[in-house]
């Protein structure tokens, strides 16, 4: 759900509608096609992790 605070901001009345937001980044993306079990590990900068995907490039 989004903020009733981000509505108001948009110019949109948070009384009357309420917000779902949703995406997918390029992290899900890899996580999909590499299967990588834990999404976190994309953010944690490991060197050796990231290692993995040179030959992606």
């Given at each position: 759900?989004?903020?009733?605070?981000?509505?108001?901001?948009?110019?949109?009345?948070?009384?009357?509608?309420?917000?779902?937001?949703?995406?997918?980044?390029v992290e899900r993306i890899?996580?999909?096609?590499?299967?990588?079990?834990?999404?976190?590990?994309?953010?944690?900068?490991?060197?050796?992790?990231?290692?993995?995907?040179?030959?992606?490039?």
């Open positions: 759900m989004t903020d009733p605070h981000d509505l108001a901001v948009c110019g949109i009345d948070p009384d009357i509608y309420t917000g779902y937001a949703f995406g997918m980044g890899a996580n999909l096609k590499y299967r990588v079990n834990d999404l976190r590990l994309f953010s944690e900068n490991d060197v050796r992790f990231l290692r993995e995907f040179e030959s992606a490039t």
